[in-house]
């Protein structure tokens, strides 16, 4: 499954909105009803971390800043208000097959 | 509080072997599926390898496939991958990951792996 994200690049002013989508390229639903797409923030030298889950479940810890949602193969992570600390590279990654694959990221800079 | 703890990266010839642990604690381990990426540092993360609870299922990216072998000691906490016929293309940090896309998802800090 490809997973087609953009932009690849987002600069953003802290207080504004912020947006990024993701594509796959075939349904990520599951016979169970669940929707294998997860969303990770990768800070500088850190691992990446969970923030949603399931396409529109927010991690435990993550700021309701963060909400994910879907349209059939369309995912869209949204910041409602981005905050100095939300800068690094964002990742979708589909979780529904093997092999598991990830978007391209998406860097958010101030 | 879960933490993940890989081990056994660091500089190996081409065609030499390494074997990475990942030691977990703060959660039932025998719990959860369990996986290995790998990422190049300054690209993307690329998913090589889980297992199942028991270990009795297993799965690979085709380019670790016949030479990578993911396996867990669930008395031990402790989540394994032997690599052997390394090639240089394998140099990356290895990261383990809990329950990878789920509610308990968590990533160690990983171990670099160079093969030089």
């Known amino acids: 499954i490809v997973m087609t994200q953009t932009p690849l690049s987002l600069p953003v002013t802290p207080g504004e909105p912020a947006s990024i989508s993701c594509k796959s390229s075939?349904?990520?639903?599951?016979?169970?009803?669940?929707?294998?797409l997860a969303w990770y923030l990768q800070k500088p030298g850190q691992s990446p971390h969970l923030l949603i889950y399931?396409?529109?479940n927010r991690a435990s810890g993550v700021p309701d800043r963060f909400s994910g949602s879907h349209s059939g193969t369309d995912f869209t992570l949204k910041i409602s208000k981005v905050e100095a600390d939300d800068v690094g590279v964002y990742y979708c990654?589909?979780?529904?097959?093997?092999?598991?694959?990830f978007g391209q990221g998406t860097k958010l800079e101030i | 509080e879960v933490q993940l703890v890989e081990s056994g990266g660091g500089l190996v010839q081409p065609g030499g072997s390494l074997r990475l642990s990942c030691e977990v604690s703060?959660?039932?381990?025998?719990?959860?599926?369990i996986h290995w990426v790998r990422q190049v540092p300054g690209k993307g993360p690329v998913w090589v390898s889980r297992?199942?609870?028991?270990?009795?299922?297993?799965n690979y990216a085709d380019f670790v496939k016949g030479r990578f072998t993911i396996y867990r000691d669930n008395a031990k906490s402790t989540l394994y991958l032997q690599m052997n016929s390394l090639r240089v293309d394998d140099t990356a940090i290895y990261f383990c990951?809990?329950?990878?896309?789920?509610?308990?998802?968590?990533w160690g800090q990983g171990t670099l792996v160079t093969v030089s």
């Open positions: 703060g959660i039932t381990f025998s719990r959860y599926w």
């Open positions: 990654m589909q979780g529904l097959q093997t092999p598991y694959t």
């Open positions: 990951a809990l329950d990878l896309a789920g509610a308990r998802d968590q």
């Open positions: 075939q349904s990520l639903l599951h016979a169970n009803g669940d929707t294998w």
């Open positions: 297992i199942n609870e028991n270990g009795g299922i297993t």
């Open positions: 399931m396409a529109s």
